[in-house]
């Protein structure tokens, strides 16, 4: 029979070329679940355990000094 367990899912993305770039906001949501915020990070990876056979939705949003 099926249980659940745990996995890890690694992130990575392209840096931003922009000279201003703060850092770097991961969101996060579960299959119909609301976007949260996951990480507020300046590299360009981030990591987040998950259990296994659920659907996860990222997205990764680069701000600037102007907070843009």
């Known amino acids: 029979s099926?249980?659940?367990?745990?996995?890890?899912?690694h992130l990575t993305w392209n840096a931003n070329p922009e000279d201003d770039l703060v850092a770097y906001r991961?969101?996060?949501?579960?299959?119909?679940?609301?976007?949260?915020?996951?990480?507020?990070?300046?590299?360009?990876?981030?990591?987040?355990?998950?259990?296994?056979g659920t659907v996860h939705y990222y997205y990764i949003r680069a701000y600037d000094m102007m907070k843009q």
Do not use: F, N, Q, R
Request: some cysteine; hydrophobic content about 30%; glycine content about 8%.
């Open 2 to 9: 099926y249980k659940p367990g745990w996995v890890i899912v």
């Open 26 to 52: 991961v969101y996060h949501k579960e299959s119909g679940g609301d976007w949260s915020t996951l990480a507020y990070k300046k590299s360009t990876s981030c990591s987040h355990k998950v259990i296994t």
